[in-house]
C-alpha cells in the first residue's frame, strides 16, 4: 500500500489488477484485504481458471460491493489498469506494456523468476524494486516500534 500510495498519492478510485497464481497467491490476498478499506477501487482477477481466486475472496469482494472482473487475458486488461501485481504463470515484456497507461505502476513481491522480462525493469512503470525498499522502511520502523526505540 505504501507504494502504491507513494507513486500514486491515492488509495482509492483505482483499477487495481492482480495476476497469476490468484488461488494461493497470500500477498494477493492480503492486497486485496487491504485495499477494500478504500472507496471505489474496481479490481480485474486475471489468471488461469485452475489458479483463480478462492470463493471466500470472492465473496468479499461481493460484500464490500467492489467492482471486479475474472480474465484469462492479460494482455487485453494492460489498458484499463492503475496498478498490476504479477506473480507466476504470466510474462511481462515491454511487448505488452505498449498500450497501458503512463501512470500504470507494476507491483511484484519479488524474488521474480521469470513472471517479468528483465527489459521492463528499466521502464518508469517497475514499481517493484521501490516496493521493496518501501517494504523494508515499514518493516524497520514496526521492529523499532515492537522494540520502543521509536521517536513518537
Known sequence: LLTIHRTLGKLSGLT???CGDLKFGRTVHSLIDAMLRYPNNRYILISPEELRLPEYEI???KEAGAEFKETKDLEASIPELDYLRLKDIYVLTPE???NAKESLGILHPLPRVNE???QVD???RA???YQTLCGKQMRMA???KLLGLDKD
Open 122 to 124: 528499466q521502464d518508469k
Open 59 to 61: 465473496e468479499k469482494l
Open 142 to 144: 514496526l521492529i523499532l
Open 127 to 129: 514499481k517493484y524494486f
Open 96 to 98: 505488452k506494456l505498449k
Open 16 to 18: 487495481i489488477g492482480v
Open 116 to 118: 517479468i522480462s528483465v
